[in-house]
């Protein structure tokens, strides 16, 4: 089964010798305080920096998920004032994890998913969360708003849920002071990890701010231990060993993605049965496309990819029954997508 779900999704083709690979190096009956451990996280620290062309003034942590990055991030203290962007379910999420978390004033601003937020400095939040791809609708914010709001907001620390673009799109990481993403998406591994980018002038805030740890694995922990290339627990070092690997293969081809996001979205806007979702091209997401039809024809279809070995993702919240996903990540090869469009084609 080919599967277009968006997250998880196609697993990258060398993931089979990836998983030989660690089997047989014996890192995986290694404890997270053994030396054998921390070459593993300084080597996956350096290679995905460089895989990513991240500046050397980040660090990387690894947590669990990305929800699990939200609760770790609404747990520490960034300041009095939070702001939460959003236009879609996995934002707003976000925003109740934190206010449920997190005691001091929040500040929600939700906008048009066929728009890019407005940007107006008007309470100086001290901490910005953002969801660089809204997963539930297709949307993205893209690299010229992220530009204008850091400009706008110079010395707020922003955080940014890159969860389904890291690895899939090109980041400019001076737009964003941490940056996290889960790995079952465009990275293309087995989920059950995520990285977190996070830079030395946040860290260095976070440690003027946060005099005491209250959790076990904060973000202050995490730190502590980073500095030993250890975690606070034992974390998944199978996913960190398959994403070592990973990085040490060629780097995502970010423009044959754009294409094909401009492609699909060409295909839909001309289908008599299927609508993109989203209209404007400025905010459709690079890496998941969500398509309008009516309920009882996506339910056909579905049935239609399956007998033909397909699998393309449901619609989410507000968008469950009228809507499909389809995953646009590095995995999918060119031949995988003739494929489902020749599948949609024919239903057609």
Not at 13 to 31: K, M, T
Not at 109 to 133: K, V, W, Y
Not at 138 to 155: A, I, V
Request: charged share 15%; aromatic share 10%; proline share 4%.
């Amino acid at each position: 089964m080919i599967s277009f779900y968006p997250g998880p999704s196609k697993m990258h083709p060398n993931l089979g010798d990836f998983l030989n690979n660690a089997s047989e190096s014996g890192i995986l009956s290694q404890n997270h305080r053994s030396k054998a451990f921390e070459n593993l996280y300084q080597n996956t620290s350096e290679n995905l920096k460089k895989w990513l062309q991240v500046p050397p003034h980040f660090e990387l942590l690894f947590f669990s998920s990305a929800t699990e990055c939200w609760q770790v991030l609404s747990q520490t203290n960034f300041g009095n004032n939070r702001l939460h962007i959003f236009n879609g379910a996995f934002g707003k999420k976000w925003a109740d994890v934190s206010h449920q978390l997190n005691n001091c004033v929040h500040q929600l601003q939700s906008f048009n998913f066929e728009t890019l937020p407005e940007i107006a400095n008007e309470n100086n939040a001290d901490f910005i969360a953002l969801t660089h791809c809204e997963t539930s609708n297709g949307t993205y914010l893209n690299n010229s708003f992220l530009s204008s709001l850091r400009k706008e907001f110079p010395t707020s620390t922003i955080a940014i849920d890159a969860t389904s673009c890291m690895a899939g799109v090109p980041i400019n990481w001076e737009n964003g002071n941490i940056w996290f993403a889960s790995v079952q998406k465009c990275f293309g591994l087995p989920s059950g990890l995520a990285v977190m980018l996070i830079d030395h002038k946040t860290i260095d805030k976070i440690t003027n701010l946060n005099s005491t740890n209250l959790y076990y694995n904060s973000l202050q922990s995490s730190l502590q231990n980073q500095q030993k290339w250890q975690t606070t627990h034992t974390p998944n070092i199978l996913g960190i060993h398959l994403l070592n690997q990973l990085a040490q293969t060629q780097a995502p081809n970010y423009s044959e993605i754009e294409l094909s996001m401009q492609n699909w979205h060409e295909y839909f806007t001309q289908s008599t049965i299927f609508k993109p979702l989203i209209k404007n091209l400025i905010v459709q997401s690079l890496t998941v496309i969500t398509v309008e039809a009516e309920e009882k024809t996506i339910q056909k279809l579905k049935i239609a990819c399956e007998n033909n070995g397909v699998l393309i993702g449901n619609g989410y919240g507000n968008y469950s029954k009228n809507t499909f996903r389809i995953a646009n990540f590095p995995a999918h090869t060119t031949e995988e997508k003739t494929l489902l469009k020749n599948i949609l084609t024919n239903f057609e």
